[in-house]
């Protein structure tokens, strides 16, 4: 398999991203573009800054996720420029020498101070426009931000993965696997949400703010909260479920991996096991030409019999009248997915081909992220879940029809388990779809 860090591939990348930024600077009527790495930002009434966000249309060129200021220009036909901002600074450590696979690819021009950046950017970008925040045009001396349908474009174009992005993303799940491995045992030994996740991170080596997104660690109810935002400090009395929603990032690229475990109940672990089949089944439809949305109302389809063989849904009850009632609407209310890459709800996921205008969810289900037809090398999530939500299932309770369609002696004892999300990152490929969340996990013996 090939590395990242291999020259060939990552000059392949540039090369493409040189072809992507001629076509729609040309399009645009524009010269040249600054992309901006971005800027720190203070805290309020203080001054300590926030952890650093680069922007993602900067570290698709390269892979410096931890240097403000910075700034590729590109000028149509041209070899990129890289604005390398290493400050004269003894408060804070500086960027180190500019070193790595990304070295040959630009013109490096060693920046000390922000006059001076100004002063470089004003040689090199004529005609520019600004890829990043209003805030970064200013900084350049006013130079003109880029209207949205630049924006579209450029995102249009992320859509497609190349070469080295694919290979950046499979690094991102191996180190990410490494986490879910350490964090699957940390539950098994009864540890606390807090010190799973101290697991977790320690197993990738990476810390928090390392991460693509905030990870969720939720055992027993806090699992049937979509996005649980806290870390008990102390384990609960029994440990019936676990759920994990964590990534890792490498070079800029995100992993996004779900995870779910029981602690041996019959009940919560048949339900466990038929979500499993589920989700691979999911996985497996993945290919160039289908339309997501119909992935998505398939799984509604697919749940709503899993809800029947495990006996949630009582006997006699058509799936289809559990679809049509939105029961599988209220144990499973998210989108079964979006796009995965620079960013782990990734752009484009709503817009046509053209990036002109947007591809309507399916009525009913607006927590959609992603609309499109599939194409080759697209990188995707699918992550079916089922929940115990008391704020969705009391109104089916409280409906007689609707009430009398359920399990509900069943549903209370699963009630205390939270619920289940299980997720894999997949490329999509011509004649079916590469899983790079199972990989990873097969590749370290699991």
Same mark, same amino acid.
């Given at each position: 398999?090939? %590395? ?9 990348h ?10 729609i ?25 926030? #952890? ?13 996720? $931890? ?10 036909g ?10 004269? &600074?003894?408060?804070?450590?500086p960027?180190?020498?500019?070193d790595g ?8 021009h ?11 950017? $004003? ?5 520019a ?16 931000a880029?209207a949205?349908?630049?924006? &579209? ?33 940390a ?9 799973? %996740?101290?697991?977790y ?21 806090h699992?049937?909260?979509? %996005? ?22 490498? $070079? ?26 589920l ?29 029947? #063989? ?15 009632d ?6 499973f ?15 484009g ?24 037809t ?9 992550e079916?879940g ?20 359920l ?5 209370d ?5 939270g ?7 997949v490329?999509?490929l011509?004649g079916?779809r ?5 990989? $990873? ?6």
């Open positions: 398999m090939t %590395h990242p860090n291999d020259s060939t591939l990552y000059a392949n540039v090369a493409t991203l040189c072809a992507n930024y001629d076509r600077l040309s399009e645009a009527d524009v010269r040249s573009a600054i992309v901006t790495a971005g800027q720190l930002r203070y805290q309020f009434l203080d001054d300590r800054d926030y #952890d650093f966000a680069v922007n993602p249309h900067f570290k698709h060129w390269l892979p410096l996720t $931890a240097h403000p200021k910075c700034a590729v220009i590109y000028t149509q041209a070899r990129p420029a890289l604005l390398y901002f290493q400050e004269a &600074d003894y408060w804070h450590l960027p180190s020498d500019p696979v990304w070295v040959g690819a630009f013109d490096i060693v920046c000390r101070d922000d006059d001076e950046l100004k002063a470089t950017a $004003a040689k090199f970008a004529d005609d426009i600004v890829i990043g925040e209003s805030r970064d045009a200013e900084f350049f001396n006013g130079a003109e880029a949205k349908g630049v924006f &579209d474009q450029l995102h249009e174009a992320r859509t497609i993965k190349t070469e080295y992005e694919l290979a950046c993303m499979r690094a991102a799940q191996q180190m990410a696997c490494h986490g879910h491995i350490a964090a699957a045992n539950f098994a030994d009864g540890c606390s949400e807090y010190d799973i %996740h101290a697991a991170l320690d197993a990738m080596r990476q810390r928090e703010n390392e991460l693509p997104y905030n990870s969720i660690v939720a055992l027993n109810e699992a049937a909260v979509l %996005h649980y935002q806290y870390l008990d400090r102390d384990a609960p009395d029994e440990h019936r479920a676990f759920l994990i929603d964590a990534g890792a990032s490498y $070079a800029g690229y995100a992993a996004d991996i779900t995870r779910t475990y029981g602690n041996g109940d019959a009940d919560f672990g048949g339900l466990l096991d038929a979500m499993e089949t989700q691979l089944a999911m996985c497996d439809d993945v290919r160039a030409g289908i339309d997501y949305r119909s992935l998505h109302l398939g799984c509604h389809e697919r749940l709503a019999n899993v809800l029947l #063989d495990t006996g949630i849904a009582k006997s006699g009850v058509s799936a289809e009248q559990l679809v049509d939105r029961v599988t609407w209220a144990m209310p998210h989108g079964l997915g979006h796009f995965l890459g620079l960013q782990v709800h990734d752009v996921g709503l817009s046509k081909a053209s990036a002109k205008e947007l591809i309507a969810k399916p009525e009913g289900h607006e927590a959609l992220r992603l609309t499109r599939l194409a080759a090398d697209e990188v995707l999530t699918i079916p089922c929940y115990f939500i008391p704020l969705l299932l009391e109104p089916l309770r409280a409906d007689s029809e609707t009430a009398a369609l399990n509900w002696p069943l549903i004892k699963l009630t205390p388990f619920g289940i999300r299980i997720e894999d990152d490329r999509v011509d079916g590469e899983n790079l969340t199972r990989n $990873a996990f097969n590749g370290l013996g699991c």
